[in-house]
């Protein structure tokens, strides 16, 4: 677990980005998120990290560098867009189960022709991708639980 100070009162907290127990502060925006992992122990060590909390609690501010700040702040949003990507992708997935689900229906309780003949195209077509799809939701699920 990560151990960070919150960048607002300077009280110790687990995980940089959680809400403060103390002052019930979280950090919001992309700044402030960027100083508060630079004060946690990924970026301090722990006496480094004691040495500003103080500093923090008896008011004195705090400078941080302009530079690594927008830095991991760009980070951040990369990792923000990477989240939304992901559940695109998940969103893709169900819309792929619905849709079997859909021709499955069609093909077993339908008795027009046409239409069986047109669902059992489409989903031929779509079937491929959608399992490519599925084995690398379940492969990366399955590798987040191994590692
Ligand atoms: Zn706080």
Same mark, same amino acid.
């Given at each position: 677990m990560t151990k960070a100070v919150c960048i607002y009162c300077g009280e110790n907290k687990l995980g940089a980005l959680v809400p403060c127990? %103390?002052?019930? #502060? %979280?950090?919001? #925006?992309k700044i402030d998120r960027a100083k508060s992992i630079l004060l946690s122990d990924h970026c301090l060590s722990v006496s480094e990290l004691n040495f500003r909390a103080v500093r923090i609690r008896n008011g004195e501010s705090l400078e941080f560098e302009e530079e690594q700040v927008a830095a991991f702040a760009d980070a951040l949003m990369d990792q923000s867009s990477l989240h939304a990507a992901n559940r695109a992708i998940h969103f893709i997935a169900i819309g792929f189960a619905a849709w079997l689900f859909v021709a499955i229906v069609v093909l077993v309780y339908v008795d027009i022709d046409w239409v069986k003949g047109l669902t059992f195209g489409l989903l031929a077509v779509s079937i491929l991708p959608a399992i490519a799809l599925w084995m690398d939701i379940l492969g990366n699920f399955l590798r987040r639980f191994r590692s």
């Open positions: 127990v %103390a002052c019930k #502060t %979280a950090p919001d #925006t």
